[in-house]
């Protein structure tokens, strides 16, 4: 019962935070197709940023690619399991300071 109140909260928050995800996403789709890139470093620089490849980690984790993933961002393996934490210290733990 408490995980089905955690996810209507999460769907909650992301109604809430709508404007500010879709914005983000325009920001991805425009900077992706003008510059071949995401990144404000490596757009600005042209050189990769610490975190440049953490999202194409991310898809090759979650697609179960985890060689693929380590060889982009190595901290994926790291932030994985912290960003899970932090789902369910707030959304199935109710609790309102998450660090």
Sequence with gaps: MFILKGIKN??????HN??????IIIYMS????????????AILFGFPCPACGLTRAGISF??????????MNPCI???????????????????????
């Design 10 to 15: 999460f769907l909650s928050d992301l109604y």
């Design 18 to 23: 709508r404007i500010a995800i879709l914005c």
């Design 77 to 99: 393996f790291l932030l994985i399991p912290y960003f899970l934490y932090l789902w369910f210290y707030k959304y199935i733990f109710e609790k309102s300071r998450l660090i």
């Design 30 to 41: 425009v900077t992706q197709y003008l510059f071949h890139s995401v990144c404000p470093i």
């Design 62 to 71: 979650l697609t179960a690619h985890f060689s693929t993933a380590f060889q």
